[in-house]
């Protein structure tokens, strides 16, 4: 079975640039959520979708935006990158009713 | 003050010890608790998941929780050098996001 797919695996962007990075649910997962990792620190929720509405967003700034699918797969958008943003952007999912979350690989963006 | 503490570490211990990974936190509405295991480069594994107070064992792996006193652990027994990782602690309130802790770096020694 598929695990959790993003893409791409890695992405080099340069500061003010606008960024999409993209997510493939488990096969009958109908939430994803999205996290943010920066070198050396554990995993920062950023937002979660849950039926194509989102149903929560931590504190990032509006810059950051993202939205789901009909087949539950879901993109996240970065505007104007900060050098900050630099760091490994996860994706996880889950069934519904079910805490357990299954994260990918991730996505490592690199801002110069 | 971080609502879920995890000593970095590197934890460095001889193949065959026994682990200790620990965390605490400070939401009383965390009911979910979870420990990930992160290979470098890679996103996180989930290993445990405990709901409430109490002990899950799974193989070499023990999860246990005090509510009462705001601390999860993990532990290995008879380490190997594969387990050289991070692991991560996490915990939840219902339907919600997944708060991680900083993540301590295990280095297992053959």
């Known amino acids: 079975d598929a695990g959790v797919t993003q893409s791409p695996t890695h992405l080099i962007k340069t500061r003010g640039q606008q960024v999409t990075l993209r997510c493939s649910p488990i096969?009958?997962?109908?939430?994803v959520s999205w996290y943010q990792q920066v070198l050396g620190q554990g995993p920062q929720f950023i937002f979660q979708?849950?039926?194509?509405?989102?149903?929560g967003r931590g504190n990032f700034p509006d810059r950051f935006s993202a939205r789901q699918f009909p087949n539950y797969s879901s993109e996240l958008n970065v505007n104007a990158l900060l050098l900050g943003d630099s760091a490994l952007y996860l994706c996880a999912s889950s069934l519904p009713q079910s805490t357990e979350a299954f994260f990918g690989q991730g996505t490592r963006l690199t801002v110069v | 003050q971080k609502e879920v503490e995890q000593d970095p570490g590197p934890l460095s211990v001889p193949e065959g010890a026994i682990v200790s990974l620990n965390c605490t936190y400070s939401n009383s509405a965390f009911q979910y608790f979870m420990w990930y295991r992160q290979y470098s480069r890679k996103g996180p594994e989930l290993l445990m998941y405990t709901y409430s107070s109490g002990n899950k064992e799974d193989g070499r792996f023990t999860a246990q929780v005090d509510k009462s006193s705001k601390y999860i652990s993990l532990f290995i027994r008879d380490s190997q050098p594969s387990d050289s990782a991070t692991y991560l602690c996490a915990c939840m309130e219902y339907g919600n996001k997944l708060v991680f802790g900083a993540g301590t770096i295990l280095r297992v020694k053959s």
């Open positions: 096969s009958g997962h109908k939430s």
């Open positions: 979708y849950y039926e194509k509405e989102e149903r």
